[in-house]
């Protein structure tokens, strides 16, 4: 009867210990915040602007813990949908002519191949995150002049534990302003958009 208890005693252990590894599928809110932007940078240029998700794999990555294949990041919402007004406002606060209809409008077609938010597998102690995101610009004006580009960033972060639902909502959209801010940096489409 002694030796029916310690059994029974293991196997809610191991059943315990297995439900506490275990990870749930979670979704991200894609809610991107620009930094305030320099008001010169734009010269009233006018700029027609579009974001499209073009992304092999529509999930970020895996949370990690026994069940790693379904325990899975993805987005709750549209990526595109998402970052394309905030895009917008954050190029006519740099002083971009924002959807401007005239003949020497650039249109930038802001096309997201990559977005990646994961747990590697084989991390070690602790929990690392891996964090990638790459975007390709396509910068085109009616005079049949074009100029394209591509941009990446790659991040890895180490903590303690798991990280928190708000912890990955704030590091994927902070990498998705950093990817777009890496293309507006680039001096090559400034000047592209501003001759």
């Known amino acids: 009867m002694n030796s029916h208890r310690i059994l029974q005693f293991f196997v809610l252990g191991g059943a315990l210990l297995l439900a506490a590894c275990a990870q749930s599928p979670q979704t991200i809110q894609v809610a991107p915040v620009f930094p305030e932007a320099d008001k010169q940078v734009g010269q009233n240029q006018p700029v027609h602007v579009r974001v499209s998700d073009q992304r092999d794999n529509k999930v970020l990555g895996s949370r990690g813990g026994v069940y790693r294949e379904t325990a899975t990041f993805s987005l709750a919402n549209d990526l595109s949908l998402a970052v394309q007004p905030e895009l917008e406002k954050y190029m006519a606060a740099m002083g971009f002519d924002v959807g401007s209809l005239s003949a020497n409008t650039t249109d930038l077609h802001v096309i997201f191949e990559s977005l990646v938010y994961d747990h590697p597998k ?62 507006l940096a680039d001096p090559k489409l400034m000047r592209f958009i501003q001759q």
Request: charge should be positive; charged fraction near 25%; avoid cysteine.
């Open 122 to 183: 084989d991390s070690g102690i602790g929990h690392d995150m891996k964090m990638s995101a790459g975007v390709k610009v396509e910068a085109s004006k009616q005079d049949g002049s074009r100029y394209d580009g591509r941009y990446r960033v790659n991040k890895q972060q180490k903590f303690f534990n798991a990280p928190s639902s708000s912890q990955n909502k704030d590091l994927v959209n902070e990498l998705v302003v950093e990817v777009i801010q890496n293309m």
